[in-house]
């Protein structure tokens, strides 16, 4: 019989993103915040609480774009993929870009390696959905 790990715990959540940030040359606080910049994504993790619980809030923000054309557009498909049902895909108006927010539950992860996975995996899904709502370039002639 295996033994199963435990949870990482908040506190070693917050202390991983404080070390990153130390070593990413960005300013400690209170509340940690990381940012990193994976491709065209800038992302920003921290240690969030849910009621009783906390979770890993991971925003992907995409790069400027234009404007939704409508209110009622429809979420990229990216989005309905399995496992993808604790995001928000959200028009940020001042910035002129869409932000992606990811929140995963600790009790779901077991160690830091978890924690850098779903900082990639958010990512890849915004990047993902900023390649579907991108405009394409007509054919050149």
């Not at 295996?2 to 990413?24: A, F, N, R, T």
């Not at 509340?31 to 993790?45: F, H, K, N, S, V």
């Not at 927010?101 to 924690?115: F, H, M, S």
Request: charged share 25%; aromatic share 4%.
């Amino acid at each position: 019989m295996q033994d199963e790990q435990d949870d990482i715990s908040g506190q070693e959540v917050k202390q991983l993103l404080l070390d990153l940030m130390h070593y990413s040359g960005q300013k400690a606080a209170a509340r940690p915040a990381l940012e990193l910049q994976i491709g065209d994504i800038l992302t920003r993790t921290s240690v969030e609480p849910a009621g009783i619980d906390l979770y890993l809030s991971v925003t992907g923000l995409l790069p400027p774009c234009d404007a939704p054309m409508t209110a009622s557009m429809a979420p990229p498909a990216a989005l309905s993929e399995e496992g993808n049902d604790n995001c928000d895909f959200l028009w940020h108006a001042d910035e002129g870009r869409y932000v992606l927010v990811r929140k995963i539950a600790l009790r779901t992860l077991t160690d830091e390696r978890g924690v850098m996975d779903e900082i990639l995996n958010t990512a890849d899904l915004a990047t993902r959905c900023f390649d579907e709502i991108r405009p394409k370039s007509p054919p050149r002639r």
